[in-house]
């Protein structure tokens, strides 16, 4: 059984700092490509970072510079460090596991993601 299960999550204020975690279970991990997406409210998922089995990294224009990605093939987990925040970042954040080629995806549950003073 897959298993994604992000962690992390909470409110912080403008200008801080958020590293979200996701660990999986129940797949090759090293294998897949490791993604991050975020949905605020009314609007349609979207792809925060990526990072492909081969380490090779893309990032959403908005949030260049100021998010990372990351991966542990040993322990089988997928971070993301969000510095910088903006109450514009305010979604919930998913964690996805991917093998493109053969059309597979995985799903975590998310976490909420909050930026407010």
């Known amino acids: 059984q897959v298993q994604l299960v992000e962690s992390g999550g909470g409110l912080v204020q403008p200008g801080g700092s958020l590293r979200l975690s996701c660990a999986a279970s129940g797949i090759t991990f090293s294998a897949y490509a490791m993604n991050w997406y975020r949905q605020a409210p009314g609007k349609q998922r979207e792809l925060v970072a990526g990072?492909?089995?081969?380490?090779?990294?893309n990032y959403a224009e908005s949030v260049k510079g100021r998010f990372t990605i990351s991966r542990d093939n040993a322990k089988n987990t997928a971070s993301l460090q969000m510095n910088s925040l903006k109450p514009e970042d305010t979604a919930v954040y998913y964690c996805?596991?991917?093998?493109?080629?053969?059309?597979?995806?995985?799903w975590g549950r998310g976490t909420q993601v909050t930026v407010s003073s």
């Open positions: 996805n596991a991917a093998l493109e080629a053969l059309g597979v995806r995985h």
């Open positions: 990072m492909t089995s081969g380490g090779s990294t």
